[in-house]
């Protein structure tokens, strides 16, 4: 059975920092794409980053380039996301993707002061 | 980017209607268009891909259709259990574009 498990959210001041991890369990990770997607709340979805199963290319939207950072360890079966310099329009719970299949549970970031 | 314009934004229909959702997309993008269904405190699941491809374990009353810019996607006797909210997503080109959604619900 596919698994992704996020974790790493919270609570966070404007300006700040948050990295987000994800295990995935159920199948044979560096096979596969991963990426984060994320939902604002009562809002739909974005797309926010996307990692190829090397790992070699990245690919981000123009709202979080720059800012956020998608990389993985195949080793540990764990997609990551640094997210930088975190502004209110970032609150959203986060979810890890395998490719455009499965879908976490997700986990959700707040930035507030 | 491409744009995706999902239309009902919201729908309310009968157990055993026929229900259907839309969505154009600002250019082509081929069969590159999947959909999705989110229960309320969910993660969304996949229930079509490419267009017309039935993902494994989805019940045979859903259906996509289209290519190119217009898609549809089809809940052929509508059951109380398809309460939720249904969203295509773009994955033809980079960034990947969603649909804003439609929330269905039972009349």
């Known amino acids: 059975e596919v698994q992704l498990v996020e974790t790493g959210g919270g609570l966070v001041q404007p300006g700040r920092s948050l990295k987000l991890s994800c295990v995935a369990s159920g199948f044979t990770f560096n096979n596969y794409w991963m990426s984060w997607t994320r939902q604002a709340p009562g809002k739909g979805l974005e797309w926010v980053a996307s990692?190829?199963?090397?790992?070699?290319?990245?690919y981000y939207p123009d709202s979080v380039k720059g800012r956020f950072t998608i990389s993985r360890d195949n080793a540990q079966n764990t997609l990551y996301l640094q997210m930088n310099s975190l502004r209110s329009e970032d609150t959203a719970t986060y979810y890890c993707?395998?490719?455009?299949?499965?879908w976490g549970q997700g986990v959700m970031v707040t930035v507030s002061s | 980017d491409i744009q995706m314009t999902q239309s009902p934004s919201f729908l309310s229909a009968s157990v055993g209607d026929r229900v259907t959702i839309n969505c154009k997309a600002s250019?082509?993008?081929?069969?590159?268009l999947n959909w999705y269904q989110q229960k309320l405190g969910e993660a969304p699941k996949l229930l079509i891909y490419n267009a017309n491809s039935l993902q494994t374990g989805i019940p045979s009353r859903f259906s996509g259709s289209g290519s190119g810019t217009d898609f549809t996607l089809t809940i052929s006797s509508l059951q109380p259990e398809d309460v939720a909210t249904y969203f295509c997503?773009?994955?033809?080109?980079?960034?990947?574009?969603f649909g804003a959604g439609t929330k269905l619900e039972l009349k």
């Open positions: 250019q082509n993008i081929n069969r590159y």
């Open positions: 993707t395998r490719e455009d299949d499965y």
């Open positions: 990692i190829t199963n090397s790992g070699g290319s990245t």
């Open positions: 997503l773009q994955h033809n080109s980079w960034p990947y574009t």
